[in-house]
């Protein structure tokens, strides 16, 4: 991997739906994601539907979605994620 390959994320959002989209390029960041999603989970007692996209052995996309956000607390779940991530930067798609 390329030292310059970070964890990006981009993120779309309609009315009461929110996405999340977090690339990783290698086993590290892959394992990092899925421990802070699960801490997560465990902290706000949310459960987003979760997809895999795989591109290559480590590298891919993971998402996360809320549908029917009424109460808008994806917001506070996405922000945690990028935190713990460390993603200073989230595209908009």
Do not use: W
């Amino acid at each position: 991997m390329s030292e310059n390959m970070c964890i990006q994320a981009i993120h779309e959002m309609e009315e009461r739906y929110s996405r999340l989209v977090i690339e990783y390029h290698d086993r590290e960041q892959k394992e990092k994601i899925f421990h802070t999603v699960n801490d997560a989970i465990n902290k706000f007692h949310l459960h987003p539907m979760q997809m895999m996209e795989p591109q290559g052995k480590f590298e891919g996309k993971y998402c996360l979605e809320f549908h029917d956000d009424y109460r808008k607390e994806a917001g506070e779940f996405f922000e945690y994620i990028l935190k713990d991530l460390d993603i200073k930067h989230c595209e908009l798609g």
